[in-house]
Structures are given as structure tokens and as C-alpha cells.
């Protein structure tokens, strides 16, 4: 079955960046589905991040992100990624990747995280000074 493997994450300053990856690790193709970014900070609940609907059909970000976060596919490499800029503490958390379950083609507005599964191992962010 489907298996996400995410990674880039790490120890940035406040105002630094990151590039998180998104990887297929079982040899399905990423193009043909809907891939969500997702984070969970330290005692706090999921939240949605960014989405990218299949074959590029939509994409979404959470308000607290836009402008500083985009998220992109390489399908030639099989990935998606989120690029953050800007970081701030308050982006700190755990990022996991998955698929939207429910196939439609395109994201929600909000990310609805239950319809959500194969979630990757996630990759741990940390913005302090």
C-alpha cells in the first residue's frame, strides 16, 4: 500500500527556512493524488497546513501561513514539498504528510483531517532563538 516518508525538517532561528519533502516510499505514483501537509505542536492538536489537490487541481494554505509557506510537487522525483520562509516559534511542531482518502481531486477549505490516511512518519520543525 501507499507509504509517505517525510523529511527535511530540523533547528532553524526565527526568520529562517526549511524545505520539507514529501516522498512516495512504495513506488505509487503522487501525481494522482491529493497530498495534505499537516503539523502538530508540543500538547496541541493537528491542525492542516497546506494541501495540493491531484494533477495540481487546487491548492490551500492555513491563514497563519500563507505568504510565508508554498507547497509544490516534483513529479519527476515523485515528491511534494513545503517550502517555509519566515519561520516563526509558533510554526514549531511535528509535520506529517498524507493522502485525502476521499479522492475528489482537490483540497478543503479548511483541510478536513479526517478524510486523511497514509500518514507519513512526520518530521520534527523547531523555530527558537
Known amino acids: 500500500q501507499l507509504q509517505l516518508v517525510e523529511s527535511g525538517g530540523g533547528s532553524v532561528q526565527p526568520g529562517g527556512s526549511l524545505r520539507l519533502s514529501c516522498a512516495a516510499a512504495?513506488?505509487?505514483?503522487?501525481?494522482?493524488?491529493?497530498i495534505g501537509w499537516f503539523r502538530q505542536p508540543p500538547g496541541s492538536e493537528r491542525e492542516g497546513v497546506s494541501c495540493?489537490?491531484?494533477?495540481?487541481?487546487?491548492?490551500t494554505y492555513l491563514d497563519s501561513v500563507k505568504g510565508r509557506f508554498t507547497i509544490s510537487r516534483d513529479n519527476a522525483k515523485n515528491t511534494v514539498y513545503l517550502q517555509m520562509n519566515d519561520l516563526t516559534p509558533e510554526d514549531t511542531g511535528v509535520y506529517y504528510c498524507?493522502?485525502?482518502?476521499?479522492?475528489?481531486?482537490?483540497?478543503?477549505?479548511?483541510?478536513?483531517?479526517?478524510?486523511?490516511?497514509?500518514w507519513g512518519q512526520g518530521t520534527q520543525v523547531t523555530v527558537s532563538s
Open positions: 498524507a493522502v485525502d482518502l476521499v479522492l475528489t481531486g482537490r483540497c478543503g477549505e479548511p483541510l478536513r483531517i479526517y478524510e486523511y490516511g497514509y
Open positions: 495540493s489537490g491531484s494533477r495540481g487541481g487546487s491548492v
Open positions: 512504495s513506488g505509487f505514483s503522487l501525481e494522482g493524488y491529493t
